[in-house]
């Protein structure tokens, strides 16, 4: 049994990134070397110096939709209204999602409540504790609900990235999502952030070295920043989120392999391992799936060859994740990342969703 107390480091707060890099490849990147042991510091744009011909990244093309919404009830108090997930509708003019709303002891079954500059009436039809709740939207003004965010929601940045107000909305709709995110897949409620630091001409320089890019959409949910609040990581209850990986990007996880798989965000490597355990060859057709699916060590990595990521929250299921893939096999790893993330505290790394990256190779 692996204890969750193992996953917690010191982190001054000044050293969790509030705003992206001025340039998104000018943010740095740590490169660890499982073989011979060694860290390298380097810049992203950097990144093709260690890239082979023949390679292929595998990338989360989920779009991030501004899925906060702003509201308030008949009585005129306030509410927040977070997007997660839209389920498949029954009633012709309404859309069912599931949600979080604040002040959510306010917000009962039953509830009503206007968002969206009034676009968009919100009825909670059903309560869970004190997590999601089910709301069904009436459009008021004939926009749908993924219109109305697009047009007035904010970003859903994680808790740990402060705002006072709204004056970097403009900012933050641009640099919490990756270049190359899909327009039509607004499905996500957090950025796969370690796709955050590619720009079109560094991909472009990649695919010039002979480099391929292959895209598979994960909807990536807010259990991803859930801390494991159990004594031991075995005993965590994980999320799940679903995945789609098209013919074209399965076929390229399978031999002969002309070079390595190299999975950029943790995303990526939960929904090949997912797809891996379930088959042993590519499909005839898409496969669509709910990765539940837990990460730690020791495990032995299917799919994967090398790593990008980003620098992860103390007791997070993410580190898990990472310790795993840098010692497969062993639970050796999470010692190991914990002495990796020291030497980024003391060298001034920037941390989280905006901070700096690491490929471990």
Known sequence: MILTDQLDYALPQAQIA???????????????????RTIEHRRFDELPLFLR??????RNNASVLPARLHGQRPTGGRVECLLLRRFTDGKPGVETWE?????????????IFEAAEGSLKGTVVAVKGDG????????????TVVDAANRSGDVPLPPYIERADSSR???????????????????????????????????????????ATADLTLHVGLGTFRPIA???VEEHPIHSELYEIPVATQRLLFPPLSGRRIAVGTTTVRSVEDFLARHKAPL?????AEASIFIYPPRIFQGIDVLITNFHQPRSTL??????FLTPGSEDGLKWLMEIYGEAVAKGYRFFSYGDSMMIL
Not at 105 to 111: D, I, K, L, T, V
Not at 284 to 288: D, G, I, K, N, S
């Open 230 to 232: 159990t004594s031991f």
């Open 169 to 211: 909305r403009a900012a933050d709709l641009e640099r919490y999502q990756t270049v190359y995110a899909e327009k039509g897949r607004q499905v996500a409620a957090a950025a796969p952030t370690a796709g955050l630091h590619f720009t079109p001409s560094l991909l472009e320089k990649i695919r010039a070295a002979g480099v």
């Open 99 to 111: 949600c979080l709303v604040k002040p959510g002891r306010r917000m009962q079954s039953g509830s």
């Open 18 to 36: 509030q705003t992206p890099a001025d340039r998104r490849d000018g943010s740095r990147l740590m490169v660890v070397d499982r073989a011979t």
């Open 284 to 288: 005839a057709e898409p496969h669509v």
């Open 53 to 58: 011909t023949g390679d292929t990244l595998f």
């Open 319 to 324: 580190l898990c994740l990472v310790g795993a």
């Open 132 to 143: 999601p709740v089910t709301v069904e939207f009436e459009a008021l003004k004939g926009e």
